[in-house]
Structures are given as structure tokens and as C-alpha cells.
């Protein structure tokens, strides 16, 4: 079992950037592919972007490309999600997720899922 523990939402005027931050515990997380979705209200779980195992490879929904990056520090058992220039459609929570396969965009390829942080994006 892999627990994850999402931190660093909050509310940001559109144009601003959060950092969020997923501490994982339970188990090593290195092999783990790691994960980001959001959930805005009344609307499905997206994918925002993933990381492998080592971080040299990413990839992202065009939705965020360009403005949000993924980066681990597998030592620390963190996953990062910076997020620039910030836009009133990004508001959701996000979640971090782990995935014990390769990378991958689906939702149900993912494993373990954290709580959520609120980010909030105001006009």
C-alpha cells in the first residue's frame, strides 16, 4: 500500500502560480509512475499530467501544457506539480496518483489516489 498525501492549493488571482506538493509513505516510492488529475465541480476527474519512475519523462494534457510541470524527488518521496499562469479554468481539486505500471493517462491505470487539494483561480 502507498499512502499519498496532497498539500499546497489554496486561491490565487488568474495569472498567479502554486506549487503543489504529494508525499507518499508505505512503501518506496520510486517505481512508481506518480500522477496528477483535477476535478472541477460537476464535472469528471481529468487527467493534468504524469511523471515515470525517474522523472525524465513527462507528459502533459494540452489543456496545461506549457504552464504546469512535474518534477520528483524520489528520495524525499515527493512528487511536485508547479503550476504558471494560472487561469479560473484550473480551478478543481487535484490529486496525485501512483501508478505501478509505465506512464499512462488513464484513470483507472492508477493505483493509489491521495485526498485532493482546492485549488481556486479567481478572475
Known amino acids: 500500500q502507498v499512502q499519498l498525501v496532497e498539500s499546497g492549493g489554496g486561491l490565487v488571482q488568474a495569472g498567479g502560480s502554486l506549487k503543489l506538493a504529494c508525499v507518499g509513505s508505505?512503501?518506496?516510492?520510486?517505481?512508481?509512475?506518480m500522477g496528477w488529475f483535477r476535478q472541477a465541480p460537476g464535472k469528471e476527474r481529468e487527467f493534468v499530467g504524469a511523471s515515470n519512475w525517474s522523472g525524465t519523462s513527462t507528459y502533459y494534457a494540452d489543456s496545461v501544457k506549457g504552464r504546469f510541470t512535474i518534477s520528483r524527488d524520489n528520495a524525499k518521496n515527493t512528487v511536485y506539480l508547479q503550476m504558471n499562469s494560472l487561469k479560473p479554468e484550473d480551478t478543481a481539486v487535484y490529486y496525485c496518483?501512483?501508478?505501478?505500471?509505465?506512464?499512462?493517462?488513464?484513470?483507472?491505470?492508477?493505483?493509489?489516489w491521495g485526498q485532493g487539494t482546492q485549488v481556486t483561480v479567481s478572475s
Open positions: 496518483a501512483a501508478d505501478r505500471g509505465p506512464l499512462r493517462i488513464g484513470l483507472y491505470d492508477y493505483d493509489y
Open positions: 508505505g512503501r518506496r516510492f520510486s517505481p512508481y509512475t
